[in-house]
Structure formats: C-alpha cells, structure tokens
C-alpha cells in the first residue's frame, strides 16, 4: 500500500447533486481488487456494507485531465443515468458491472488515476464505509507487476476503476482519498469538474482601461450595414452559463505566440498576429449551446461596444437556431488573425461580411451569444 504524500487538495468529476467536499487520510487496508479479471467481491468495505471492484483499465473521460493539475478524478453514480457522456464509449464488461447494479440499494464509484509506468493500470480500494450518508475511503493506483523480473516500460498511464457499494442506506455523496503512482495524494469528491478553471490557458481581458478609444465606427459605404450585435455593456466576462443558464462554461483569449503569466503581454495584439478564443466546459455535464457563429466582433468607440463586420446586406446574417452539447473537458476553438480579412475568413457569412472602416488602434472584444454572452477583450496597437 502507498503512503501518503499529502499536499495538495483537487477536485474531480460527478453530479453535484451527488456529491460533497472529502476530508479523510489512507490508512492500510485490503486492496478490494476483487476476482482475477479485477471484477468480482472485494474485501474493501467495513461493517454493514458489501463491496464489488471492477477494473475498467484505460481512463473513460479521454482522459480529459492533467496529472499536473491533479492525482484523479472520481464520480459517484446512484442512477442509471448518472454521467452517460462518460460511460458511452465503455466496454461490454464495464457496461455489464453498471447493468448488473440494483441502484435501489447499491451506489458505484467511479475513480481515474496515473502512474509513471505502463504496469500502473489497476486502483485499489480500501477502508470503505458510509458515513452520515457519504462514501468515504481510499482509491490507490497499484501495479499488475506480482514479481521482480516483469518488466514494466515507463510511460505516463492512465487507469479507471469501478467500486459497487451496498448498503442498507445507500450513500448520495462521496469522499476518497486517491493517491497516484507518485505517491501524491488529493481528498477527491467530484465536485467542480474535470477541468479546473485555474488550469486553462490564456486570459480573459485587460486590466484598466484602454489606451485609446477611437470616434464612431464609420464605414464611408454608404451601402454598408453593420452586423447587429446581441449583447451591450452588460457581458459574463470569462464564465457565463449555457443557454439554458446552467454555470459551467469559461472563456479565455490565447496568444499563441506567448507563453507567459503577464496578461497584459498576452492581451496586447498587433497587425497580422494570430489568435484564438477557446470555450470550455469546466463542469461534470453536457452543456448545451447554440450554433457556434453566434458571436460577435466589436470594438469599444465612444459610442459604446460596435461590431467591427457587415455587409451589403443584413438579412442574409442569419442563423440556426440548433442545440450543440458541449461534453466535459470539451473545448471549442474559434481562429483569428489580426487584419480586416482575418476577421471574417473562415467564420460565419465570410462571403457575405467584411470589417468597415479599418481596423483602428483600441480595445476589441469576442462576445458569444450562442450561450449566455459569454466575453474575452484584448487590446489592439495597430
């Protein structure tokens, strides 16, 4: 059994209505690992619960995480329904063990962990119990390797393995202590997420106000009309909801071309330079959004935020109004370069659309409303 190497608290993937924030330590204990194919009763459990392990072997969220950013993620399922974005890819055995639970009376823990090598593929669980209605325990990664002469190549590896708990009252929280192949340890509950916010890169917008503010946008086309914009002062800047305003979304502006800390280095563009800006789903469910050419491109004049495109003729901006999920860890990727074709290559209406007049040093800003205008800004020098 590992020991502890405690240093760091992280959080995973569930339903938050199914879970709690986990205080605990690992102690020694069975391992619980079950039959020999890693599926079958374990001896894992404490008094008054009966335990079976299955052993899914690969990572089923992709994985959709970084072991630099945590030891693991877990979930725990009390319904049939419970997170089937992730389990939609599993294999027969896996969706046998999940067929095979009566969830009246039985929950399943579902836990992800890494080790530094390619024999680091089975999770161990031990000193489970139910406490005040919360499943508490420890989650180990462990080694197919039982001898001295098996070889085992060194490769970052990602493991998945299932725990089914019964008991008279079955817990709706979970609380684990997973410890990774390097011995570093996290209180897991699968709250928050498989993709912590902090961890995401690039920045939401630049601090303070902008250097210059031009007049009102004027295209000298008499024809020209502007793109009609959906969203005023009034944005989520960097975290917003979906369009049916459940939280989980975020929102950063990446510049390739740095890969600092400084925001204001990050947020500062000139002519011809490439970026993007990147949609994330921090939370434990599908989202749902709308079309991803919703969006809008504008800069702040003295006449407030305006959209920067337009066209001969408006009614052709049109849109459908379809309904796009977003999975878990999922990014959405919309590409820039910092020029009038830039703006318009590649996106919605591109034959239709063009930037008018051209574009001017100042504050510019992305803002999509295929979700709950949703914002990043950054700052143009021309």
Known sequence: MKRLGRRKTLYGIGAAATTALLSGCVGDGDTGLGDDDGTGDGDAGGEGIETAVHQVGRALSGPAWRR?????????????????????????????????????????????????TTCDSLIEFADLAVEDGTLVGDATV?????????????????SGAMVRVTAASPPDRLRLAVTDGWDETAELTGEGGIRDPESLDGFVRPDGDPASVPAALDCPDDEFERHYSSAGDDVNWGSAGSVDDEDGLEMRLVNPAYDGDDPVEALRLERGDEFRVEMTNVSSRDIGVGNHGKYNLEAYTEEGWTEVRGGEDAS???????????????????????????????????????????LEPGRYRFVFWGADDLAVAFDYVG
């Not at 049939?80 to 009376?105: I, K, V």
């Not at 919309?334 to 063009?354: A, C, Q, Y």
């Open 142 to 158: 462990a080694s197919t390797a039982d001898g001295e002469d098996v070889a085992c190549g060194e490769a970052v590896t990602y």
């Open 68 to 116: 630099s950013d945590r030891v693991g993620v877990c979930l725990l399922v009390t319904d049939p329904s419970d997170a089937g974005w992730l389990f939609a890819e599993a294999d027969a055995e896996t969706e046998s063990f999940l067929e095979e639970t009566e969830f009246e009376e039985s929950v399943v823990a579902y836990v992800e962990s890494v080790g530094p």
């Open 316 to 358: 052709r901006f049109a849109y459908t109004d379809e309904l796009v999920s977003t999975r878990p860890a999922e990014t959405v990727e919309w590409s820039f370069t910092m020029t009038e074709e830039g703006l318009v290559e590649g996106g919605p209406h591109e034959d239709h659309l063009r930037v008018c007049p051209d």
